[in-house]
């Protein structure tokens, strides 16, 4: 099993910064990619950005030269930073973790930009 603890969501003006934290414990030895994942009310969820366990990453045309993914493999945790946020960023945002076998997700924690 593994478990996913996301921290660092809020309530924050256009133009501001956030950075999300994904806390990972347990059986992660088999995790292939992390990812951070939206949902807009009304929305699907979606794929912000991922990262592999070799260091890898892509980005949802969206965020792309905003958010930055990486991860401190001594900490178990994930990160994504977030600048230039705007309103339509306005979400909850989920940490996935997969492997071949299984998919797991945090919690999520609620991002607000206000105009």
């Known amino acids: 099993q593994v478990q996913l603890v996301e921290s660092g969501g809020g309530l924050v003006q256009a133009g501001g910064s956030l950075r999300l934290s994904c806390t990972i414990s347990g059986s992660t030895f088999n995790i292939d990619a992390i990812g951070w994942y939206r949902q807009a009310p009304g929305k699907q969820r979606e794929l912000v950005a991922s990262i592999s366990s070799g260091g890898s990453t892509g980005y949802q045309d969206s965020v792309k030269g905003r958010f930055t993914i990486s991860r401190d493999n001594a900490k178990n945790t994930v990160y994504l930073q977030m600048n230039s946020l705007k309103p339509e960023d306005t979400a909850v945002y989920y940490c996935?973790?997969?492997?071949?076998?299984?998919?797991?997700w945090g919690q999520g924690t609620q991002v607000t930009v206000s105009s």
């Open positions: 996935n973790a997969r492997s071949v076998a299984h998919t797991y």
